[in-house]
């Protein structure tokens, strides 16, 4: 069945980029999201990526998606303290959310 | 201000005692989901609603009920709550239930059963 795979830490020194990496195994999904959770809240979209794009930039965010390999990778430039929280990718598949495990990214000043 | 809304935010209780949480979205959306979600699982859905008085079971649906007699409303019931029920819950509700539709969540929902 459809499945989504994430590593589920990262720790980064404040200032450096982080790259949260996704696999996911149902070709036919149309759009792959990047969603946020922080400590105590609920989840909130960051990103999304259309499946026939290759890469999509948002300030900081840079999702690169890779249809061949099924994998998909979000990048955040500079990242900040505030940037620590529980990172989902999810794919989208007939009609809900297949979401990963979730990456707790650690930011250390 | 478009929100998705759950209360309680946090519920104690204790095995087989009824308890219900509420969701209700303010966006006028037709599709409404609840999730459960627990450490290396991420989530999982449980039930969703495609329009009122239409329901259809997730994932993981088993100890759950759901109902949707108001578009607004979405309440998860659980009947006899067990402690393998304890988690971290979250509604979800957007326009429909195409790929283009984003998701919006709730705050969540912390249910420990005793």
């Known amino acids: 069945g459809e499945d989504v795979e994430q590593s589920l830490f990262l720790s980064v020194r404040e200032g450096d980029s982080s790259v949260i990496n996704c696999t996911y195994t149902d070709s036919s999904s149309t759009y792959l999201y990047w969603y946020k959770q922080e400590p105590g809240a609920g989840l909130q979209l960051l990103t999304y990526i259309f499946s026939n794009m290759d890469m999509k930039q948002d300030q900081r965010l840079t999702v690169l998606l890779n249809k061949k390999d099924k994998h998909l990778s979000l990048r955040i430039a500079d990242t900040q303290t505030g940037d620590s929280a529980i990172y989902f990718c999810a794919e989208s598949y007939t009609g809900k959310l297949i979401f990963g495990q979730g990456t707790t990214l650690q930011v250390k000043p | 201000e478009a929100q998705v809304t759950q209360n309680p935010r946090y519920l104690i209780t204790v095995t087989g005692k009824k308890l219900t949480v509420t969701c209700s979205q303010n966006?006028?959306?037709?599709?409404m989901s609840w999730y459960r979600q627990d450490p290396g699982l991420g989530l999982r859905q449980i039930y969703y609603?495609?329009?009122?008085?239409?329901?259809d079971k997730g994932d993981v649906p088993e100890g759950y009920k759901v109902s949707r007699k108001e578009k607004r409303n979405f309440p998860l019931i659980l009947e006899s709550p067990s402690p393998n029920q304890t988690s971290l819950y979250f509604c979800?509700?957007?326009?429909?239930?195409?790929?283009?539709?984003?998701?919006?969540f709730g705050p969540g929902t912390r249910l420990t059963v005793l």
């Open positions: 979800a509700s957007s326009s429909g239930a195409g790929v283009m539709d984003t998701q919006y």
């Open positions: 966006m006028n959306h037709e599709y």
């Open positions: 609603s495609m329009n009122v008085e239409v329901t």
